[in-house]
């Protein structure tokens, strides 16, 4: 690929695609959450996958839709296009560059492998991450973006509740027609597989809603709350929809059985990706004043499931010389589900 000249990647041909190949060369046997670190840092040192997608107006407009949020910088996506220029809000992108794997790359769980710990520590969860946005070069509708990703670490943890894991940190550059826009750090938590005998006696607890109901957003203002607060709750059919729009198989998000049975699970659980953008979309709405923020910082806490009812509001503000940290988290019943820093410069 060309270097940049005056900060401009130059163009490449659209839907560019980096083939992988699936490797015949056999796993390690691993026993130990530290093996399956080091293999993962062994196989991807040094290794940086890129990508080109054309940023389609489908994707966004149907993620709006999704959302229930189908006004997008005031066109009505039901009913009109979105225009050439657009720019994408904060974390809409993760609707592009979804996984590419043909079906039988994928797991066992449906999840794309690329960088998933190798058995016995398959099962995934979204951990958390950390975006950095150009404010002044966003992903805009309608131009080519490039992204550049690689393995940041791979750690083994442990814990007394949940055992060994493996702590994967994954980094996407974003570069659209005038340079970088964005930098999305992702990082994910593989456990071991649940087998038989650990699942035999554990009763699982009852999902807290009404399954049978559809996705609702409410906002609910008072004097008693210092900021507004969000209730919101997603039916089995919203977070298929998110599925199908992030191409993402995880059987967590739409398989109850798979769930149950396999994962530990008491229900299909709300995508960790869905959360960060419930949170953006909640910061814009109350705290954003026209504009988007700087970074976010956040951290998966706890599970939601299909159905049940939770709420979004604003912990604290801090100030710094140059900035502003408005701290916001998603919770159910006083147990955090996800929290997050979102920052602004002033």
Do not use: C
Request: a neutral charge.
């Amino acid at each position: 690929m060309r270097g940049l000249q005056n900060g401009v990647r130059p163009a490449k041909q659209l839907f560019s695609r980096t083939i992988r190949h699936v490797s015949t060369t056999p796993v390690p046997h691993i026993k130990t959450a530290a093996e399956a670190a080091s293999h993962l840092i062994e196989h991807f040192a040094h290794k940086v996958t890129k990508r080109s997608q054309y940023i389609d107006p489908n994707q966004v407009q149907k993620l709006a839709i999704m959302l229930g949020r189908p006004v997008l910088n005031g066109h009505d996506t039901r009913r009109v296009n979105v225009p050439t220029g657009t720019p994408i809000p904060p974390a809409y992108h993760l609707v592009y560059f979804t996984p590419d794997d043909l079906e039988a790359e994928l797991g066992a769980d449906g999840s794309d492998r690329t960088f998933n710990a190798p058995a016995p520590f398959t099962r995934r969860m979204w951990a958390g991450g950390h975006m950095k946005f150009e404010k002044e070069n966003p992903l805009r509708v309608g131009e080519e973006v490039e992204e550049h990703t690689k393995l940041i670490s791979a750690v083994a943890k442990t814990s007394r509740s949940a055992g060994e894991m493996v702590l994967v940190e994954v980094e996407k550059k974003m570069y659209g027609s005038q340079g970088l826009a964005l930098v999305d750090t992702r990082s994910w938590v593989f456990r071991p597989v649940l087998h038989s005998t650990a699942r035999e006696g554990v009763a699982l607890r009852s999902v807290d809603g009404n399954i049978l109901a559809a996705s609702s957003i409410s906002d609910v203002v008072n004097d008693s709350n210092a900021f507004p607060i969000r209730k919101l709750s997603w039916s089995p059919v919203g977070l298929f929809r998110f599925s199908a729009l992030t191409f993402n198989g995880h059987k967590i998000h739409y398989n109850e059985d798979w769930t149950r049975n396999a994962e530990g699970h008491p229900g299909i659980v709300v995508h960790g990706p869905l959360n960060v953008i419930n949170l953006l979309d909640y910061w814009r709405d109350f705290h954003g004043e026209g504009t988007g923020p700087d970074e976010v910082i956040y951290r998966a806490m706890s599970p939601v499931y299909g159905g049940e009812e939770y709420q979004i509001r604003t912990l604290d503000i801090l100030e710094t010389t140059n900035s502003k940290v408005f701290e916001v988290a998603a919770e159910k019943n006083g147990v955090i589900i996800m929290k997050a820093s979102i920052i602004k410069k002033t």
